[in-house]
């Protein structure tokens, strides 16, 4: 089982710009999706974005697209979610979590992902 540590979150004006992390304890990401989630004061958690295992490949929530940039680095055994162009209404806890990859591509359905990290804050304010 793969289980994500997420770092990386903090306050920044709206147009700027956070890298969020989340530490893998598996040595090969590969074998897994992992996924990016977040939920607002009042709102249910939503899925942001999901790379997948073998290939890479990313899919993204629709308001995020051109902003937010999922990505790993197999070396540290880390999956990024880059962040620009922030806006207030991006202001949530942002959780990582992961599922054994199917090799198909990865959606963002939350019941799929069977380990999850603690959360960082992300507020987006001026």
């Known amino acids: 089982q793969l289980q994500p540590v997420e770092s990386g979150g903090g306050l920044v004006q709206p147009g700027g710009s956070l890298r969020l992390s989340c530490a893998a304890s598996?040595?090969?990401?590969?074998?897994?999706?992992i996924g990016w989630f977040r939920q607002a004061p009042g709102k249910e958690r939503e899925g942001v974005s999901c790379?997948?295992?073998?290939?890479?490949?990313?899919n993204y929530l629709d308001s995020v697209k051109g902003r937010f940039t999922i990505f790993r680095d197999n070396a540290v055994k880390t999956v990024y979610l880059q962040m620009n162009s922030l806006k207030p209404e991006d202001t949530a806890v942002y959780y990582c979590?992961?599922?054994?990859?199917?090799?198909?591509?990865?959606?963002?359905?939350?019941?799929?992902?069977?380990?999850w990290g603690q959360g960082t804050q992300v507020t987006v304010s001026s």
């Open positions: 979590a992961s599922k054994r990859s199917l090799g198909r591509q990865c959606v963002l359905d939350q019941p799929l992902y069977r380990n």
């Open positions: 790379i997948t295992g073998r290939t890479s490949s990313p």
């Open positions: 598996e040595s090969d990401l590969g074998y897994y999706d």
